[in-house]
């Protein structure tokens, strides 16, 4: 059973346009969620990362923001170029060791 | 510094047939990681090893073994390839302690197994 989820296998956004990303999971014991970013024929690259204490991050044009009862994180990227377009996964690390990841979602953005 | 690299990039196996998966990282991290991505499902944990010396199994073990050689480097085994074991392999590092939590990814070794 999935622990982490992400709904929407693909995305697609004008550029300029605020790209959302969103991301389920059902363990309440993760200690930090992760954004990664790969490109075909690569391997993913991170992006960025929250701390479950924590319900908003930001690092230049993404933030994520972690809504802890809903157990919902999502992934803001503003303004969206077309260089954003790849495979976003989002992961969650359990006792600071393993990772669980979602299975992506494509994005898309349209010049 | 060339981070975490993979060998080899590609292979086709039969049915039956056995060979390992190299990775080496270069940054001193103490967790290694090996992962298989498969379309629409995202990245999915095989074993990992916390430090030199243990390993432990992710979410889908069967049919890999895997040797923590030292702490640079982690291999993974298939001891008898299946059709299933069809995929794109990813070996990742991780430092453990503080900062983003983040792992830095190989560039994966794409396995086809006829």
């Known amino acids: 059973d999935q622990q982490v989820k992400q709904n929407s296998p693909s995305l697609s956004v004008q550029e300029g346009r605020i790209s959302i990303l969103n991301c389920d999971y059902t363990?309440?014991?993760?200690?930090?969620f992760l954004w990664y970013k790969k490109y075909p024929a690569e391997g993913p690259t991170f992006l960025i990362s929250?701390?479950?204490?924590?319900d908003k991050n930001e690092d230049g044009r993404f933030t994520v923001f972690l809504n802890k009862s809903a157990k919902h994180l999502s992934l803001h990227i503003v303004p969206s170029q077309p260089g954003d377009s790849a495979v976003y996964f989002c992961?969650?690390?359990?006792?600071?060791?393993?990772?669980?990841f979602g299975s992506g979602t494509k994005l898309n953005v349209k010049p | 510094n060339a981070g975490v690299t993979q060998t080899p990039k590609f292979q086709v196996l039969k049915t039956g047939q056995s060979m390992t998966l190299q990775c080496a990282q270069d940054?001193?991290?103490?967790?290694m990681y090996w992962y298989r991505q498969d379309p629409g499902m995202g990245l999915r944990l095989i074993y990992y090893?916390?430090?030199?010396?243990?390993?432990d199994k992710g979410e889908v073990p069967n049919g890999y073994n895997v040797s923590r050689l030292n702490k640079r480097e982690f291999s993974l085994r298939l001891e008898s390839a299946a059709p299933s074991q069809t995929s794109v392999y990813f070996c990742?590092?991780?430092?453990?302690?503080?900062?983003?939590?983040?792992?830095?990814f190989g560039p994966g070794t794409r396995l086809t197994v006829t």
């Open positions: 363990n309440s014991m993760f200690d930090y």
């Open positions: 929250i701390s479950s204490i924590k």
């Open positions: 990742a590092s991780h430092p453990i302690a503080g900062g983003t939590y983040e792992q830095y």
């Open positions: 992961a969650a690390l359990y006792n600071f060791n393993k990772f669980y």
């Open positions: 940054m001193n991290h103490n967790s």
């Open positions: 090893s916390a430090s030199e010396g243990t390993t």
